[in-house]
């Protein structure tokens, strides 16, 4: 029913040359955690980047804690989230096809045990085991079996009910393979991963190939192509349902046994399984138990793919945004940067609503491909041509897929009511100078210039880490890690300037952001707005959380009257700042530098923001 032909497969293969993709922001990990090094230990902590293993960011940090950065959806506008990524081999330039395929994954905030979604306190990766016999497997047998591989403190994205049916599945046998040698029969055995490793629980052919025809825990966000007349089709690939065989565990038939071989529709039938239509979903509507109430609302009545111990019972699934495809922005070969006319290769992601109103604990994922007009035919590895000339053709790499992804963050719905757009403005970069820190990128903030309208929003939040130290083993780059203040640590702040060119803060008085209320804050991180003055809320930002005011009589221990004096290179203040929401109340143009990032000559961190009527 759904195996592709090779003519099919050549259109929605996911495919490229070496060509890596590095997401700047939000923090994309490259499969990071914290490491001191420059590389990278562990590149099969979580998924398969294929990136160079300099890549990356490490985890945020709040004191001793993990941070997770928090964005904001439920806005009565745009609640909008710039992505940030380069990519090696460019887009749009004539010399490829290309495509970028963002998705993203969330859950409740309130988690699920085994299969929180986290960053986990280990770089090792997941354990996994498979079943003996997995078709005579009880719940219980299941559940030891999953609790002897999975381990909390280690990250988990995919779950490990999604890697149990990847291992079992049989793999699509339509797809190109040239001349690999696959060494199995299931859908961890790709072209591109011909031994079947294991990266985390993602399962290789879902990796490998877009749109895929199987269920995923993943929602699409966007596609960026160079070619729009393949837009009509991936949209509605996008929204279509997918199947899977369905069958149930031994003794329980109402619980989903994962680890099932069938992949299409007939031999799940021959076999006594169901193949069943599951639709992408945005969150299950838990109050609403009919199916009439659940149209009535224009939300679908259907089983929810769900990646745990589950019925197969329907409920009300309501519908995820629409697939975004758009134009990919111009970007040339051989190059890690901007894009054609300048700035930062970027998405304006529109965060979705979630009805329920239910905080969310989510990653955003980044593919990227380019595809070849070469024919599929000829693709071997290292071919002589005539007159006996050698190409540098590697099979299992033409065509390849790049992939990075965020750590985990958080999505929360507007603490207080915003009728107006919401730009979310945020610190990109690691510590070290632009050769110490490639293929990452030096400190900036995100995005560095901003358009917005009197009466819009802005979240002002960044985070940071304490192990940037970018020391040995550095791969095939340099270790150091350049900087004010203490090695190995992330700070930024924000204080106004008067001049784009300026290079050092204005005096408080003098500057026209908070002071004359073009900025009003409206939400703080401490949750304290009474008994607060604009220059308070200053302070906080050119203190980079230390300060939430001057007085003791105002915010008690937290007060610079109070306080232990913060370190001027910010050692002492903390790597992350959980943020302020500022209503913009006046037109102007209004210009930012971080005193400790910012070093003439050296590197740059600036922020300018403009406001229209």
């Given amino acids: 029913r759904f195996l592709l032909t090779l003519a099919t497969v050549a259109g929605l293969l996911l495919a490229g040359c070496q060509a890596d993709i590095y997401l700047h922001y939000p923090r994309g990990s490259n499969n990071r955690l914290n490491e001191t090094s420059a590389a990278r230990t562990n590149a099969n902590r979580l998924f398969d980047s294929q990136n160079n293993n300099r890549g990356g960011y490490n985890v945020g940090e709040f004191g001793a804690k993990q941070f997770?950065?928090?964005?904001?959806?439920?806005s009565g506008g745009a609640s909008r989230l710039s992505v940030e990524w380069t990519m090696q081999h460019g887009c749009r330039d004539g010399r490829q096809g290309c495509r970028v395929v963002v998705q993203a994954m969330c859950q409740p905030l309130a988690g699920a045990g085994l299969d929180t979604l986290r960053n986990g306190n280990s770089t090792q990766t997941q354990g996994f085991q498979a079943a003996a016999k997995p078709l005579d497997e009880t719940v219980d047998s299941f559940l030891a079996r999953k609790a002897a591989s999975a381990t909390a403190q280690r990250g988990l994205h995919e779950p490990f009910e999604w890697y149990d049916a990847c291992n079992a599945r049989e793999r699509n046998r339509g797809l190109f393979t040239a001349d690999q040698r696959l060494r199995g029969g299931s859908a961890i055995y790709t072209r591109q991963n011909p031994a079947g490793t294991r990266r985390g629980y993602e399962c290789p052919e879902e990796r490998d190939y877009y749109p895929?025809?199987?269920?995923?825990?993943?929602?699409?966000?966007?596609?960026?192509?160079?070619?729009?007349?393949?837009?009509?089709?991936?949209?509605?690939?996008?929204?279509?349902?997918?199947?899977?065989?369905?069958?149930?565990?031994?003794?329980?038939?109402?619980?989903?046994?994962w680890a099932v071989p069938e992949n299409n529709e007939f031999d799940c039938a021959k076999n006594g399984g169901r193949f069943v239509a599951f639709y992408p979903y945005l969150e299950v509507a838990s109050a609403i138990d009919n199916e009439a109430a659940c149209s009535a609302r224009g939300y679908r009545w259907a089983v929810p793919h769900r990646h745990r111990l589950s019925s197969l019972q329907p409920a009300c699934l309501v519908p995820p945004p629409p697939l975004d495809c758009r134009l990919a922005p111009t970007t040339r070969d051989n190059h890690l940067g901007d894009k054609l006319g300048g700035g930062p290769v970027a998405y304006d992601w529109q965060l979705p609503n979630f009805p329920s109103g239910d905080a969310q604990r989510c990653v955003l994922r980044l593919r990227y491909n380019l595809t070849s007009s070469d024919?599929?035919?000829?693709?071997?590895?290292?071919?002589?041509?005539?007159?006996?000339?050698?190409?540098?053709?590697?099979?299992?790499?033409?065509?390849?897929?790049?992939?990075?992804?965020?750590?985990?963050?958080?999505?929360?719905?507007?603490?207080?009511p915003v009728a107006s757009n919401l730009h979310h403005v945020g610190v990109r970069g690691k510590r070290g100078n632009?050769?110490?820190?490639?293929?990452?990128?030096?400190?900036?903030?995100?995005?560095?210039?901003?358009?917005?309208?009197?009466?819009?929003?802005?979240?002002l939040q960044w985070s940071g880490s304490n192990s940037h130290n970018n020391g040995a083993p550095a791969g095939d780059g340099q270790a150091g890690d350049d900087g004010a203040g203490a090695g190995g640590t992330d700070r930024s702040n924000l204080a106004e300037a008067g001049h784009a060119n300026d290079n050092l803060p204005l005096p408080w008085?003098?500057?026209?952001?908070?002071?004359?209320?073009?900025?009003?804050?409206?939400?703080?991180?401490?949750?304290?707005?009474?008994?607060?003055?604009?220059?308070?809320?200053?302070?906080?930002?050119?203190?980079?959380?230390?300060?939430r005011c001057f007085a003791a009589a105002a915010c008690g221990a937290d007060s610079e009257e109070a306080k232990t004096p913060l370190d001027p290179e910010l050692n002492t203040a903390p790597a992350s700042f959980p943020g302020l929401l500022i209503r913009l109340d006046r037109a102007g143009q209004f210009k930012f530098i971080c005193t400790r990032n910012n070093n003439f000559s050296n590197r740059s961190h600036k922020w300018l923001l403009t406001v229209t009527d």
């Fill in 68 to 74: 997770d950065e928090k964005y904001f959806y439920g």
């Fill in 212 to 257: 895929y025809w199987h269920p995923t825990p993943w929602l699409d966000v966007a596609v960026l192509t160079d070619n729009l007349a393949e837009c009509p089709a991936l949209v509605a690939a996008s929204a279509a349902p997918t199947h899977a065989c369905v069958r149930t565990f031994a003794a329980d038939s109402g619980r989903r046994l």
């Fill in 375 to 416: 024919s599929e035919q000829l693709i071997r590895q290292n071919p002589l041509v005539q007159p006996g000339l050698q190409l540098a053709v590697n099979s299992n790499q033409v065509g390849r897929v790049f992939q990075d992804r965020s750590h985990v963050f958080q999505l929360h719905r507007v603490p207080v």
């Fill in 434 to 459: 632009i050769v110490q820190v490639y293929p990452a990128v030096e400190y900036d903030f995100t995005p560095t210039r901003l358009s917005a309208r009197v009466g819009d929003h802005l979240f």
């Fill in 509 to 547: 008085e003098a500057s026209g952001f908070l002071t004359d209320g073009a900025g009003r804050v409206v939400w703080a991180w401490h949750d304290q707005l009474d008994g607060l003055a604009p220059r308070d809320f200053g302070l906080a930002l050119a203190s980079a959380g230390y300060y």
